[in-house]
């Protein structure tokens, strides 16, 4: 009954955040709001017992992303800028084209009937994850584990690559 | 710990995100704004694999580790858009859409 009562809550904190964050017209607000949608995502991690999945969740997303977008946001825009929004037309329908695909997607939702599974659920300590990340047999997740360590390792260097200013380059312009 | 709550529920909360992501990847204009757009979306789809997981196939925890996987790829997937914005911003003074038509042909 109580768990019920804090589900509601959050689901209610995450929707009225999300459309806060894409209506706001105040971009850093919109990175605040988007803060709020992940921890109230973090929140329902909890709520389903995956403590390690919402601490990773509070960690890179919470911590990493919005951190990594509220940068951005300072050093691309004044702090007290305006978004320009869409004209009324395109925004009436993309909402409209919304709003066909939310409920078409709801609907087929309440349609199918989903069994509950009655197996007893495997426990998702810092040691089972750990000991599944690691291992190559038929519940190991070793190759995704290294492949998205190289992703991660691209991404630091491209991002580094494309982010810093060249000056070498102009310089040889000037000299040609 | 979550008692009588439906698996429809948490289907209903993902779908509502998900659509709100796209209508506001639709109408903002400035490119961080749609960047955080992107960002809903991803995370509606968690949620749907988590809820996945744990209501219908709690014996494994293949969900759980296809969001921690997502998870990674959406901090990489970030860091790229940002660095690229940036330097957006340093060849046109603006990283709003409608500006940057260099490539438009």
């Known amino acids: 009954m109580n768990s019920d009562v804090m589900f509601y809550l959050l689901a209610g904190m995450i929707l009225v955040f999300s459309v806060l964050t894409v209506t706001s017209r105040k971009i850093l607000r919109a990175a605040v709001y988007l803060l709020f949608v992940l921890v109230s995502t973090a929140a329902i991690y909890f709520m389903l017992e995956y403590t390690f999945l919402a601490a990773v969740q509070l960690t890179v997303y919470a911590g990493g992303i919005v951190v990594l977008i509220i940068f951005s946001v300072l050093l691309t825009s004044h702090i007290s800028e305006k978004a320009i929004m869409a004209d009324t037309k395109q925004s009436l329908l993309s909402a409209l084209a919304v709003c066909a695909g939310a409920i078409l997607t709801l609907i087929t939702i309440m349609k199918f009937a989903f069994v509950p599974s009655a197996e007893p659920a495997k426990t998702s300590t810092v040691t089972d994850v750990g000991n599944a990340l690691i291992s190559y047999d038929r519940d190991g997740f070793a190759l995704p584990f290294e492949v998205i360590s190289i992703l991660l390792l691209a991404a630091l260097i491209g991002a580094i690559i494309v982010a810093r200013k060249e000056k070498d380059v102009d310089k040889n312009v000037i000299i040609k | ?105």
């Open chain 2, 1 to 105: 710990m979550t008692g009588t709550i439906p698996l429809q529920s948490f289907l209903v909360i993902s779908t509502l995100m998900f659509f709100i992501g796209i209508y506001g990847f639709l109408t903002r204009k400035n490119l961080i704004t749609m960047l955080m757009s992107i960002e809903l979306i991803l995370n509606s789809v968690n949620i749907n694999f988590v809820a996945f997981n744990k209501y219908l196939y709690p014996q494994n925890l293949q969900g759980h580790f296809f969001t921690l996987i997502i998870i990674a790829i959406a901090a990489a997937e970030a860091a790229v858009a940002i660095a690229i914005i940036i330097n957006i911003y340093r060849n046109f003074r603006s990283i709003d859409v409608d500006n940057v038509d260099e490539l438009k042909f």
